[in-house]
């Protein structure tokens, strides 16, 4: 089985800084392209950033210049720098892998999830 646990979030205010970290366990392979995912209350799921297994990164225009996403691929951890928060990136931000196992092959998982709120 495979399991991702993130941790890092928490309430900040506007122009703060937060990290998010998730780190994947259990039977794996290998992991392709590791990502970010937010839900605002009464909203859909969105795309924050993604990062593959060699380093390369994509952004929701929303979130470009103002967040990082970093990954060691040693560890299977993925990790969110968010600067320069506002008010409308208050979320609850999911961690997402596409994951090679053993015996099981590819799968898509996700994290608990974990809750950002940006005060004005």
């Known amino acids: 089985q495979v399991r991702l646990v993130e941790s890092g979030g928490g309430l900040v205010q506007a122009g703060g800084s937060l990290r998010l970290s998730c780190a994947a366990s259990g039977s794996i392979s290998s992991i392709n392209t590791m990502a970010w995912y937010r839900q605002a209350p009464g909203k859909q799921r969105d795309m924050v950033a993604t990062?593959?297994?060699?380093?390369?990164?994509n952004y929701a225009d929303s979130v470009k210049g103002r967040f990082t996403v970093s990954r060691d691929n040693a560890k299977n951890t993925v990790n969110l720098q968010m600067n320069t928060l506002k008010p409308e990136d208050t979320a609850v931000y999911y961690c997402?892998?596409?994951?090679?196992?053993?015996?099981?092959?590819?799968?898509?998982?996700w994290g608990q999830g974990t809750q950002v709120t940006v005060s004005s």
């Open positions: 997402n892998a596409d994951v090679v196992a053993p015996f099981r092959g590819r799968g898509v998982y």
């Open positions: 990062i593959t297994s060699s380093g390369s990164t």
